[in-house]
C-alpha cells in the first residue's frame, strides 16, 4: 500500500509532522500560530487576522499522568491527552489558543489550561447548544467578538474583503476535498480511507493556499490512479474526534475499506461549502454552528436527526457503520443506542468500538473487525 | 458492596424530621391531580421553577426520582435495564435510572412497581430540560423524546462568559443578557402553548416574592453554620432541598425555611453541635452517595461535621428588583454568573443559572469559606458517571493545599452503588482525619 500511497514534499501528515511542519512555517512567516481545538470557531478569521491557525492534536495512547496534577481521571481521554502535552511543554510552540465551547469537557479544558499555563493569547469561543433564533444571533455576535481578540493580538484589522476572500480560498479547498470523496463512491475506490484521512490532517496544518496546492496535486494523483483490485466491505466511520488514522488501518487490515465518514476531521468539516452571503458573518454562522454536525448541538428529538448520515451510507454504498467513541464522551454515548436502532431498522448493521483514545488492545478491535467485516 | 454496608441518613433537626409529615400530604395532592390524567411535565433543574408554579403546572424531577431510586436501592434494578438498552455505564446514574424506568414503563403500559413512590413519575406529557450545569442533561431528555415518548420539549441553554472575559464589559454583559432574556421568552412561549394559558406576570411576581423569601432564610441559615460547633450537618443540608424543588413559592415552603432558620439559631445560641466534641469541620465537593447518606452520620462519630457543600444548594439569594418578575429571572442568572466570576470560574463558566441549585465554582471562594466556616479538610466525591460536578476537584485540591488545608479525593457515585467499596473508603477516611491530626499538630491548620 505504502509505495501507491500519496506523497507531498516527502511529509505525511501524522501529529508530530505536523508540529514540526508548523514551527517551520513560522519560522519562515513570522506569524504567530494559534492552536484551535473543535470546529466552531472559524480558521478563516484567524488566517485573515495574519496568523497561521493549527489544528492541536492529542497523542493516542500515550501516557496521559502528566494531566492528572489539574484533572480528574475519569474525564474524556483525547482532552486528558492534549492537557497532558500542554503540562509537558509540548505545545510551547503556541503563541495562542482557541477553544469553543463545544463539549463539557473541551470547554473545560480551556479554564485548566489557561489557569496553570497562560498563553499569550487565549479565547474560550462560547457556542449554545440549541439551534434556537436567538442562539444563532449569539453565535454571529460571538464570531464579532473572537475576530476583535484575535485581531488585537495580531494586530491586523481583518476587513469584510479580506474575510470573505479568505473564506474563498477555504471553499476552495473543501471543494477539492469533496472532488477526493467522490472518488470514493466508485465500486472499487482508488484511494485508502487511511491516506485520505491523512490529507485532512494536513488541513490542520497548512496555510489554506499552500493546502489548495496540496489537495490539487492529490487529486490529479488520485484519477490517475486505477481502480483498486477487488472489491471489500464498504465501511461509514462515525464517532468521537479522531485524529490519528490507526483505526482506517485496522480496518483496512481487517479487510475492509472506509469509504466515508462522520467525524469532525472528516466529513463534517469539509462536507459543505461556507455559503456566500452578502455579510459573511452569516455564511460562517450557517457553516459552523448550524450546519456543522456534532451531536453537542441539538437538532431536536427524533431519528429524523440521523438521516443525513443514512443519505450518505446510500450515496457510498456503505455496508456497515463503525461507530468509535472516546471513554467518557457523552454526547456520542447518548446517540448510539437511537442511532444502532435506526441503522438497523434500515438494514445497516453497526458496530461499536469504545476506546480510552488508545485503539488498544489493536489486536482485539482488530478481531472485532474482522468477524463484522465477515459478516457484511 | 452489600446493601448491609448501606445506611439511611439520620437527621438532626426537627425541622427536617417534620418534613416525612409535610411532604407525603404534598405528594398525595400531586398524585390525586395525576390520576385526573392532569398533564405531567419532566423538569430539569435549572429551569426557573418558579415558572412552574405560575402555569400551576404538576412536574417530576427526573434528577430527584434519581436520588429517590438511590436511597431506595431500586436505582441499580433501572440502570441495568439501560444498560442493557444499550446505554453506556459512563453516562449519568441518574439518566440511564430514568432511562430504565422509561423502557420498563413503555413495556408494562404503567409506571414500574418498583419505583419508589406510588405510580412513579408517571409518564410526562413534556419535557422541560436545561443545559444548566452540563450537556447529559439536555442530551437526556432528547433522548427520552426520541426513544421513548413522543412528546414536545423545551430546553433552556443558559451560557455565562469564561472567566477571563471581563462580565462588566457592557457589550459582553448585553451579550449574555439578550441570549438569556430570548432564551426564557421562547420557554414562556412553549408553556403558554402547551398549557393553554396566559402567564399571569402578577401571580409570577408574587411566587418570586415567596421564593425568594425562602432562598433568604435559607441563606441566613447557612451563615449559621460558621458557627462553632457547627448546629447543621450534611444529613439535614440535603433532604432540605426538596421543599424548594417541589413547594417552591408555597407558604409552606417559606415557613419551613423559617422554621429551620429558627432552629438552627437556636441551636447556635445554646451551642448545640451536630457532633459532641467536634474536632474536624469539612467542606463536601460533589454530589453524595444518595444510596448511603448514612456516611455522613459515619463521619460524625468520628468527631467530623460538614460545615459547607458545594452542591445542591437551593438556589443563591440575590438582590434583584422583582417589579418585572421575567426581567428579575434574568437579572439573578445573570448576577450569579458575575458572582462566580468574581471568585474565579475556571472550571465551569456554564454554572450560571440559580433557579434552584447554587453549585460551586472559584478558587477564591474557597479561601473566604476556609476562613469563615473555619474549615480543617476538603472531602470530595469523585462520582464516575457525573464528571459534570467532579470536575474541578482536582484544582480545588490544589487550591486548598495552598492554604494548608488537606483533602481527600475518593471515587464512588451518587445514584449507582454498584461503584461503593464501603472498606475502602472507610480506610480512606480514616487515613485522612489522621493527616488532619497530624497538620494540626504541626500548627498548619488552627485548634477548634
Known sequence: MS?????FNQHSFTTAENENLVQHLKERTKKPVIGYLCCFAPPEIISAAGAIPYRITGR??????????????????????????????????????????SCDMVQRLYGIWTYYHPLDFSYLFNVPHQLTPWARDFFKRELGFF????????GQKVSTGQLQETINLYNKNRSLIRKIYKLRKYDRPPVEGSEVFEILMAGGVLPPEEYTGFLESAVHDFKRREAAKEKVPRIMIWGSIM????????????????????????????????????????????????????????????????????????EYKVDGVVGYIISFCDPHKFDYPDLRDYLKEAGLPMVLIDDNYSFEPAEAIKTRLEA???ML | MSQSEMSRARRHLETTKKMKEMLPRFFMRMMERKFSNEPVAWCMVGIPPELLKAFDLLFEWPENFGTMCASRQVAPHFIEVAENDGYSPELCSYVTNTMGYCKLYRERGEAPEESPLPGGMGNPAMLLGSGFVCEPRWKWFQSIATRFFDIPIYCTDPLAPPWDIDPHDPRIEE?????????????????????????????????????????????DTLALRKAIPSPMGSTDYFHAIIPQMYLVGDEDAVEFYREMYEEVKDRVERNIGVVEDEKYRLIWF??????????????????????????????DHFEVDLSDPLEAIVRRTWQRALKMHEYG?????????????????????????????????????LTRSCRAVSFGEVHTRNMLAKMNVPSLIFESDMADPRFWSDAQIKTRLHAFLETMDKARQRGEIDEL
Not at chain 1, 3 to 7: A, G, M, T, V
Not at chain 2, 197 to 218: F, Q, T, V
Not at chain 2, 345 to 374: H, K, Q, R
Open chain 1, 60 to 101: 493516542p495512547g500515550r501516557d496521559t499522568s502528566a494531566a492528572d496534577a489539574y484533572v480528574e481521571p475519569y474525564g474524556c481521554t483525547y482532552v486528558r491527552s492534549i492537557l497532558a502535552r500542554a503540562a509537558e511543554g509540548e505545545l510551547d510552540f503556541l503563541d495562542g489558543l482557541v477553544i469553543s465551547h
Open chain 2, 286 to 315: 460533589g454530589l453524595p452517595p444518595w444510596f448511603n447518606m448514612g456516611l455522613f452520620n459515619y463521619l460524625e462519630s468520628l468527631g467530623a461535621v460538614v460545615a459547607y457543600e458545594s452542591t445542591y444548594n437551593v438556589g
Open chain 2, 345 to 381: 470560574s475556571e472550571t465551569m463558566p456554564e454554572l450560571c443559572n440559580p433557579a434552584v441549585f447554587g453549585g460551586f465554582s472559584g478558587s477564591s471562594l474557597l479561601e473566604e469559606l476556609v476562613n469563615d466556616y473555619s474549615l480543617t479538610g476538603g472531602l470530595m466525591h
Open chain 1, 147 to 154: 475576530r476583535e481578540n484575535v485581531e488585537h493580538f495580531t
Open chain 1, 372 to 374: 463484522f467485516i465477515e
Open chain 1, 3 to 7: 509505495s501507491n500511497r500519496f506523497q
Open chain 1, 243 to 314: 485524529d490519528s488514522p490507526v483505526l482506517y488501518k485496522i480496518i483496512e487490515e481487517a479487510g475492509g475499506k472506509v469509504v466515508c465518514d462522520d467525524t469532525c476531521i472528516g466529513f463534517r468539516t469539509w462536507e459543505k461549502d461556507v455559503p456566500s452571503t452578502e455579510d459573511p458573518y452569516d455564511g460562517l454562522t450557517e457553516h459552523y454552528f448550524i450546519n456543522f454536525q456534532c451531536p453537542r448541538t441539538n437538532r431536536g428529538p427524533g431519528v429524523g436527526r440521523f438521516n443525513y448520515l443514512l443519505e450518505r451510507a446510500r
Open chain 2, 175 to 219: 451579550h449574555y443578557l439578550t441570549l438569556l432574556r430570548e432564551d426564557l421568552a421562547g420557554q414562556i412561549e412553549f408553556l403558554e402553548k402547551q398549557t393553554g394559558k396566559k402567564l399571569d406576570l402578577g401571580h409570577l411576581r408574587e411566587i418570586m416574592e415567596r421564593s425568594h423569601e425562602a432562598l433568604a432564610y435559607w441563606r
